[in-house]
Nanobody, 127 residues
Framework: QVQLVESGGGLVKSGESLRLSCAAS????????IAWFRQAPGKEREGVLCIDKGGRVAFLTDSVQGRFSVSRDNAENTVTLEMNDLRPEDTGVYSCATTLRERWNDGVYKCEEFGYWGQGTQVTVSS
């Protein structure tokens, strides 16, 4: 049974940081890419970034580049999303998902389809 469990969300002020974790089980983690998504109230879900099995990263939105980073621990089956310099527009429910389709073209990694999803963790950034 595939499980993805996010943790680490909370309420922070603008400019502060948070670290989210995605704990995975039930599949071959070290062969699977993981993506982070977020959904703000009243808005569609937005891709944030994804990380492949080897640690290559693709950003799915330009708005977090330079502020968010991601890493994975294949021994612990976890992916960590580091979010710095948070802004009110970063508010939302953050979820992780397994990738179903990925591409590597000339060393550039892209993630395109997603399978299993976690329940999400709330991140609220106040101004």
């Amino acid at each position: 049974q595939v499980q993805l469990v996010e943790s680490g969300g909370g309420l922070v002020k603008s400019g502060e940081s948070l670290r989210l974790s995605c704990a995975a089980s039930g599949f071959t983690f070290d062969r699977t890419g993981i993506a982070w998504f977020r959904q703000a109230p009243g808005k569609e879900r937005e891709g944030v970034l994804c990380i492949d099995k080897g640690g290559r990263v693709a950003f799915l939105t330009d708005s977090v580049q330079g502020r968010f980073s991601v890493s994975r621990d294949n021994a612990e089956n976890t992916v960590t999303l580091e979010m710095n310099d948070l802004r009110p527009e970063d508010t939302g429910v953050y979820s992780c998902a397994t990738t179903l389709r990925e591409r590597w073209n000339d060393g550039v990694y892209k993630c395109e389809e997603f399978g299993y999803w976690g329940q999400g963790t709330q991140v609220t950034v106040s101004s």
